[in-house]
């Protein structure tokens, strides 16, 4: 499957921005999916993942209670929606699809998306 991820841009600190990410070439039913972020320079850091089921989605501590994931299938669609932003958000952030859940979690997905950039001004 292919991804594209999009949404990203400059918001103030406590501001809102919805990311999506666009699959095509396989239906996004069979995925699980994910966002990760990434600061030049430091690794990869798991943000949320939401499984084939959509039910109880994993969300990583320092952005839980502010990111929401969510998919839309029929869609083909997955989102990001982050509110109360702050400065350490800043990060390119990036979807990713595997048919193995685990993968995702770990970040080892097959299938990611070009990243799009977030930055949180303070």
């Known amino acids: 499957v292919q991804l594209q991820a999009c949404g990203g841009g400059l918001v103030q600190a406590g501001g809102c921005l919805r990311l999506?990410?666009?699959?095509?070439?396989?239906?996004?039913?069979?995925?699980?999916m994910g966002w990760f972020r990434q600061v030049p320079g430091k690794e990869r850091e798991f943000v949320a993942t939401?499984?084939?089921?959509?039910?109880?989605?994993d969300i990583a501590d320092s952005v839980k209670g502010r990111f929401t994931i969510s998919r839309d299938d029929a869609k083909n669609m997955l989102y990001l929606q982050m509110s109360s932003l702050k400065p350490e958000d800043t990060a390119v952030y990036y979807c990713?699809?595997?048919?193995?859940?685990?993968?995702?979690?770990?970040?080892?997905?097959?299938?990611w998306g070009q990243g799009t950039l977030v930055t949180v001004s303070s």
């Open positions: 990713a699809a595997d048919s193995n859940y685990r993968k995702v979690v770990a970040g080892y997905s097959d299938s």
């Open positions: 939401i499984s084939v089921s959509g039910r109880t989605p």
């Open positions: 999506s990410c666009a699959a095509s070439g396989r239906t996004v039913g069979i995925y699980h």
